[in-house]
């Protein structure tokens, strides 16, 4: 059965940090796609950044270029996101997608990701 879950959210200042992990565990191969995605409210899920499955290639959304990074640890088969400099419009439920088989040139489709974290909850405010 597979497992995906992600962990590290809170509650941050403006121009705070915070570092989310997702770890997966029951996957056909320990080289997987992962995508981390945020929702909010009455909002469609958005593309925020993504790892291919040796970790050679890293993309991120516009808006947060610059200020995240996403990386992979193979030891503990965990991907992380480290997010600086956070603002109010960073808020959202932060969810993490892999997939084993996924194309790179779709890492930024969520329908192509078979497997979800639950979400972990990320709010910037003073």
């Known amino acids: 059965q597979v497992q995906v879950v992600e962990s590290g959210g809170g509650s941050v200042q403006p121009g705070g940090s915070l570092r989310l992990s997702c770890t997966a565990s029951?996957?056909?191969?320990?080289?997987?796609?992962m995508g981390w995605y945020r929702q909010t409210p009455g909002k469609e899920r958005e593309f925020v950044a993504a790892i291919s499955r040796n970790g050679g290639n890293s993309d991120y959304a516009d808006s947060v270029k610059g200020r995240f990074t996403i990386s992979k640890d193979n030891r503990q088969n965990a991907r992380y996101l480290q997010m600086n400099n956070l603002n109010a419009e960073d808020t959202a439920i932060y969810y993490c997608?892999?997939?084993?088989?996924?194309?790179?040139?779709?890492?930024?489709?969520?329908?192509?990701?078979?497997?979800w974290g639950q979400g972990t909850q990320v709010t910037v405010s003073s």
């Open positions: 997608a892999v997939d084993v088989g996924l194309i790179w040139g779709l890492r930024a489709m969520p329908q192509h990701y078979d497997y």
């Open positions: 029951g996957l056909s191969s320990r080289f997987f796609t």
